[in-house]
């Protein structure tokens, strides 16, 4: 398996909703990440985890809510969220540091 | 082939073609550099890296030159093809792992 997993695909909520994205690896990559990437525009860094521990937080706001249960497994919880928040939500592992990232395909979320 | 830097967001190429896409850094302490191509509703995907301590790389029809004397980096993708049409992120990694994303360019060739 080569492959980061992103669920759902798409995903409609709002602004009192909660909800969470899953994304999953078994490559056993230590190294997981959120990126948000608006239309048009570069993903941005949210959040890294480093052997399951929060290792950077980019100022995130605090309706985002990140989770690593275990080494496969990163969450993002989401919860009165902002339109604005619309945007593709990527999530990508790494092996070590001198690995490449994997990128899934990310959780299209709308917001409304 | 055609070179554009990445403050311009197309560059529209001819099938069969060389393209060169451009990308300018800023921080002289990135480790290595990465070009991701991102297709229509998919993640990024790896293209080809350089570390710091090289000057150029060759894949299949790809090369990257990293030029840190001027803080450039460029993508060249020999004989483009339709399935090039995408957009291209040079990327840099700095000592904590962070992965930073450049502008982004938008590939578009011609058949």
């Known amino acids: 398996d080569t492959e980061v997993t992103q669920t759902p695909k798409h995903l409609v909520m709002g602004m009192t909703n909660k909800k969470s994205l899953k994304c999953e690896q078994h490559?056993?990559?230590?190294?997981m990440y959120w990126y948000k990437q608006k239309a048009k525009k570069p993903p941005e860094l949210m959040f890294v985890?480093?052997?399951?521990?929060?290792?950077i937080n980019e100022s995130v706001p605090s309706r985002f809510s990140p989770e690593c249960p275990n080494s496969s497994l990163l969450n993002l919880h989401l919860h009165a969220l902002q339109p604005e928040d619309s945007a593709l939500y990527l999530c990508?592992?790494?092996?070590?540091?001198?690995?490449?990232?994997?990128f899934g395909s990310g959780t299209r979320l709308t917001v409304v | 082939g055609e070179s554009v830097g990445l403050h311009l967001p197309t560059l529209s190429v001819q099938e069969g073609d060389n393209s060169i896409i451009n990308c300018a850094y800023s921080?002289?302490?990135?480790?290595?550099f990465i070009w991701y191509k991102q297709e229509s509703g998919k993640g990024p995907q790896f293209i080809i890296d350089i570390r710091s301590n090289m000057d150029k790389r060759q894949g299949q029809r790809v090369t990257v030159l990293l030029n840190k004397t001027v803080k450039h980096l460029s993508l060249q993708i020999a004989a483009t093809q339709p399935g090039d049409s995408a957009v291209y992120f040079c990327a840099e990694v700095r000592a904590n792992s962070k992965l930073t994303f450049g502008k982004g360019i938008t590939l578009s060739v011609r058949p």
């Open positions: 490559m056993g990559h230590r190294a």
């Open positions: 921080n002289s302490a990135s480790d290595y």
């Open positions: 985890y480093s052997y399951e521990k929060l290792s």
């Open positions: 990508a592992s790494k092996r070590g540091p001198e690995n490449g990232y994997t």
